[in-house]
């Protein structure tokens, strides 16, 4: 297999794409939100991204579907598919009733802090100072936009509650992987490790259905207009499937982890843009200065150890 060329310029504007993708989801949700069972709407686009992906295996003669190779490799991608992506959307969707899009996806944005507190807590890895002031000045940004005048809800709420307990989900696989399964990417290509995790996130969640009484006869919602049709195709095949292969691309192409994560450090920015146009969710000065603020704090962390004096030259850990 040759080895692809560097190519900086295309990598960044492809990881770009892929955060206007994933920060897009936040509101596309919040088109179906209220409209239907949670759990309902959580089971459709991930049944629609692995459906997806069944297609791709089936016609393309590039990508195969590989093997599962040991117990340990399926309890990863299984919990990868439970928490990163079951319980990261479920509990998103719970959220829209309290809050907005926008401040949904600035609480997602600020995942890689959470990351930082859990090995710190569980590890006693010690974060360096600059991500320190990172984390704080992300909190402040966070605390301006949950003050807004214009919010429907003033202040923390269940609405914000909910929002972090999606994102602990993708932060506990996150640490995970990292802990037991560093070297998963090198035996899963991007897509037959997507099938499987969208594939265990699906099941859990029917068995999530089935055992609370979800009212399945609400998904009749999903295609009563285009509208919603556009929508949960877009979640399911978009934001879950192909981001997903444009981040793979992207990767390969910058083969710098600081380049990549850098891009993802705008999805609040993208989150708020698209809530304003699909929702009609206002931007204040307010809440565009907690926006800017948070993404300020996401650069700063990313960058974090190159302000370390007389630092060894190893690739920062993220």
Aim: charged share 10%; with cysteine.
């Amino acid at each position: 297999m040759s080895k692809i060329a560097p190519n900086k310029s295309l990598g960044l504007t492809l990881a770009l794409i892929c955060a206007a993708l994933w920060g897009a989801s936040f509101p596309l949700g919040g088109v179906l939100a209220g409209k239907l069972d949670p759990v309902v709407l959580a089971i459709a686009r991930y049944a629609i991204a692995t459906l997806g992906f069944v297609v791709l295996f089936a016609f393309s003669k590039k990508h195969t579907l590989k093997k599962i190779q040991s117990k340990k490799d399926a309890i990863l991608l299984m919990s990868a598919g439970i928490s990163a992506q079951a319980v990261f959307f479920y509990f998103t969707i719970l959220a829209y009733e309290y809050t907005s899009s926008g401040e949904i996806g600035v609480i997602n944005g600020m995942a890689p802090f959470l990351t930082m507190a859990a090995v710190f807590i569980i590890d006693k890895v010690k974060p360096s100072a600059v991500k320190v002031f990172a984390v704080v000045l992300s909190l402040v940004g966070a605390g301006v936009i949950a003050y807004d005048p214009s919010n429907k809800i003033q202040g923390l709420n269940f609405g914000h509650l909910f929002a972090l307990c999606g994102v602990l989900g993708f932060v506990t696989y996150n640490y995970i992987l990292g802990k037991f399964g560093s070297d998963l990417n090198s035996r899963y290509d991007t897509f037959s490790s997507c099938f499987y995790q969208f594939g265990a996130a699906t099941v859990a969640l029917l068995v999530v259905g089935v055992a609370t009484g979800a009212d399945f006869s609400t998904a009749t919602v999903l295609v009563e207009n285009g509208k919603h049709i556009a929508t949960i195709l877009s979640l399911g095949l978009l934001c879950s499937g192909i981001a997903y292969a444009v981040w793979e691309v992207a990767t390969l192409k910058t083969q710098d982890a600081v380049v990549t994560t850098m891009a993802l450090n705008v999805l609040p920015l993208f989150a708020m843009i698209v809530a304003y146009f699909l929702l009609g969710e206002t931007i204040t000065l307010q809440k565009l200065a907690g926006v800017v603020t948070v993404v300020i704090a996401l650069c700063i962390y990313t960058a974090g150890d190159k302000f370390k004096k007389k630092a060894p030259l190893q690739e920062a850990t993220v």
